[in-house]
């Protein structure tokens, strides 16, 4: 069975050597939507894949971490990124360019993380990420699934490469969530979270 929860977010962007020149060459924006659809072959105690409202918590606030922001390219030019963080209180660098293909790819691994390192207290059993859905625009959306989440060939996702501006850091309810999301566990239990 797949469950899905869409989560939305306003971002800005420049997706450098694509062919059209308004989106290569012009910070232009957009409003996004992320879905995240999960799957399983169980139920849980609830008789759900997974409840909702867990998803709500560090899911959304790591997708939230985007919205009101700027993101950027590491491999962009070095004055425009130095120009954008000194202008942008809300920024976040990511290891590949801001495409919504690279969106669902960053997405993915993210959300990917935060499951395998969240400890499930509700009888949850074989919870996986089936995939992440970025749409761009109403008209346009970009799909990942696992094999291009983790293609090299498509440019490594190394979540220790992602950098957030300190307001973004420091919006976050748990200060600490992103050292969570790449070194400890979450669990599923509310009162914890």
């Not at 498509?154 to 490469?161: D, P, S, T």
């Amino acid at each position: 069975m797949i469950i899905r929860k869409l989560f939305k977010f306003e971002n800005a962007h420049i997706v450098r050597k694509c062919t059209t020149q308004r989106c290569s060459q012009n910070i232009h924006g957009h409003s996004y939507k992320v879905e995240i659809l999960l799957e399983s072959n169980y139920l849980d105690a609830g008789q759900m894949v997974y409840d909702f409202g867990l998803v709500k918590h560090t899911m959304k606030e790591a997708i939230d971490s985007f919205d009101h922001a700027i993101t950027l390219w590491c491999d962009d030019d070095a004055q425009y990124i130095e120009d954008m963080q000194r202008h942008s209180a809300r920024w976040v660098v990511l290891p590949v360019s801001p495409s919504a293909e690279q969106f669902s790819r960053v997405f993915f691994v993210i959300i990917d993380q935060i499951l395998k390192t969240t400890t499930m207290i509700n009888e949850e059993r074989e919870v996986k990420l089936h995939s992440i859905i970025v749409h761009e625009t109403d008209t346009g959306y970009a799909q990942a699934f696992r094999d291009d989440a983790y293609s090299a060939l498509m440019g490594e996702i190394n979540l220790q490469k992602i950098e957030f501006s300190d307001q973004v850091k420091n919006e976050w309810k748990d200060k600490q969530m992103w050292e969570k999301i790449l070194f400890q566990k979450f669990s599923t239990n509310p009162e914890k979270i």
